[in-house]
């Protein structure tokens, strides 16, 4: 499974970005999918989940209300959508795919983990 995150760049406050996670033609369909981000010098954090449906979704405190995950299983791709963006939202940004189907914040339930995409916000 190969997975790799696009769409990052430099935003300013206030403004939004897409993000988008293609996966190989091994990734499953049938697993839930994840977004997690690692600031400098600060530990990865899960940001939001998505079960293997697209029904149920799980987001982080700090990005809820403002960020929306979805996926679409016929293309093999998983977005975030960033809404009013701060600059505490700049991170490197990953994807990952969970061994089970359901939305999971626990990043040890991620058995593969995509290339991330940076992400700036200017204040």
């Not at 403004?15 to 049938?30: D, E, I």
């Not at 963006?85 to 995509?114: H, I, M, N, V």
């Amino acid at each position: 499974v190969q997975l790799q995150a696009s769409g990052g760049g430099l935003v300013q406050a206030g403004g939004s970005l897409r993000l988008s996670c293609s996966g190989s033609r091994r990734t499953s369909s049938n697993n839930g999918m994840g977004w997690f981000r690692r600031a400098p010098g600060k530990e990865r954090e899960f940001v939001a989940a998505i079960d293997w449906r697209g029904s149920s979704t799980s987001y982080a405190d700090s990005v809820k209300g403002r960020f929306t995950i979805s996926r679409d299983n016929a293309k093999n791709t998983l977005y975030l959508q960033m809404n009013s963006l701060k600059p505490e939202d700049t991170a490197e940004y990953f994807c990952a795919q969970s061994r089970w189907s359901g939305a999971s914040s626990e990043s040890q339930q991620y058995a593969y983990w995509g290339r991330g995409t940076l992400v700036t916000v200017s204040s």
